[in-house]
């Protein structure tokens, strides 16, 4: 069992920048895709960014403005939110993903309000 524990969401102003922080449990960080997702109200989940080995990817609507490391050995994931928009207001969420040993975990979140 796997658990994923975000931090790092608050209140900030346009513009302002913010860091995600989600630390996992287990051995089975290093071997994983780690990636961040977030829900805004009324819509669906969507992907922001995702890191696997020595790769990341990130959603068009943040290219540029976020970005997302690891830390294998303090197993923890972070994402770096900067020139923050109203629209980047969501919960967001982390996600551990193996395919080798199919596990798929998320964490319970963590609210990110952009407002003035």
């Known amino acids: 069992q796997v658990q994923l524990v975000e931090s790092g969401g608050g209140l900030v102003q346009p513009g302002g920048s913010l860091r995600l922080s989600c630390e996992a449990s287990g051995s089975i960080f290093m071997l994983s895709a780690m990636g961040w997702y977030r829900q805004a109200p009324g819509k669906e989940r969507e992907l922001v960014a995702v890191?696997?080995?020595?790769?990341?990817n990130y959603a068009d609507f943040v290219k540029g403005r976020f970005t997302i490391s690891r830390d294998n050995v303090k197993n923890t994931v972070y994402l770096q939110m900067s020139s923050l928009k109203p629209e980047d207001t969501a919960v967001y969420y982390c996600?551990?993903?193996?395919?080798?040993?199919?596990?798929?975990?998320w964490g319970k979140g963590t609210l990110v309000t952009v407002s003035s």
């Open positions: 890191t696997n080995g020595g790769n990341t």
């Open positions: 996600n551990l993903k193996n395919v080798l040993y199919r596990m798929d975990y």
